[in-house]
């Protein structure tokens, strides 16, 4: 049977999809997910997600670990690092097979959501073809989960959900509408993303902490990476 | 102050809105507020929306009232009417100056999960153009609240959501990125709704209960209605 694509635009709608025995991609553009990517790119050993602020403070006193992270935009006291996939890939020197534990307003409590699925895998642009043909060569359906922004939906997350469902077309059958019109908007809007973008509302509540440079980033570098984040154990890992 | 045009993609994300004070458009294109607003058009006096099948065969017995509704897209036994806006245009000389009493899927319930607003209006691309000019003559915000099937989105009440905010566009300050995604899904889709449409799981799940013409009536007969059904006392009217 054609395993199916199904888009969850927001963890808030979650609770209305199956996530047994399926593969649920966690995306959360601007910018956990891309940041997550981006810290493997950099060297990264291994990545714990943290629910809590609370919880990623616990992990301060442990050997080769940083603590990276944010809440809505903004960098927290007594940790390493923020959110930035261009500012971890400028430390790479630092970060290279060292621990990092992150903890996001969005992202990560999108990873936690997820948690009922066969297993969670790390979505952006940044490794979109990658995580696309490696997507293919299994055999689960996948649920692309929407990190979105508290609870309501965002469009940066919408045009990923829309881009994969594009390259994933011929392998899945696209299920429900939210999949269907995430493929639409990515496909009659590819060429004008960044434009688009710019209009969306976490870009411009984002863009008020001078991070522009990193949405930029998030946004334009499509598949430059290699790396599938995987969620086992608890701790993001790659091959 | 400019007042804000939000959309809510499904009834499962209301909570996360602030309704006090704003105008709900309830929307429900397959095919509930159509029906409602054919209803109106074949000189029906008032529709009374019930939230169960129960509820609305409790008010079988009164005179002068139609009962009318479905459930997963089928007729309902001890019904007088389906959901049917060109069946409703078909026997206006039997409705004129009647009542109605309707239950639908996911419709009636949008009507009851929108009444924390100021007031609840009924849209339809039957009545897109009026339903745009009365909402610009006022001054409250307004939230498009689609009805979408059981808790998850679909793309008619989507688009319709996009049509109503682009001709609200030059009164109103599009909020939030599902209202911006909504007009941006509509701008670029209006030449070709019906193809795309056709594609949607809604469609195809009513398609299969023969109700094409229908369809195509919801989405082609656009601003044929003057009427703009709100909800007084429980119960729809138009002025």
Known sequence: ??????????PALLPHFTLKEKVIVVVDIFRATSSIVAAF???????????????????????NTFLAGERDGKPLIDFDFGNSPTVFLENARKLAGKALVITTTNGTK?????????KIVIGAFLNLAALAAHLKAQQHSVI???AGWKNHINMEDTLFAGALGGLLDSH?????????LAKQLYAKNQEELFNLLKSASHYQRLAKFGVEDD??????HID?????????KGMLVVE
Chains 1, 2 share one sequence.
Request: glycine share 8%; net charge neutral; charged share 15%.
């Open 1 to 10: 049977m054609t395993p199916t694509y199904e888009v969850c635009l927001t």
């Open 41 to 63: 790119d950099a060297g990264v050993k291994h990545i714990r997600p943290a629910a809590t602020v609370a919880e990623a403070l616990s992990h301060k006193s442990q050997p």
């Open 215 to 220: 949405l930029r980033y998030c946004i334009t």
């Open 172 to 180: 899945f059958h696209i299920s429900g509408d939210a999949a269907l």
């Open 224 to 232: 430059v990476s290699q790396h599938i984040p995987k969620l086992e």
């Open 144 to 146: 692309c989960l929407c």
């Open 110 to 118: 999108a990873i936690e959501a997820g948690k009922g699925g066969a």
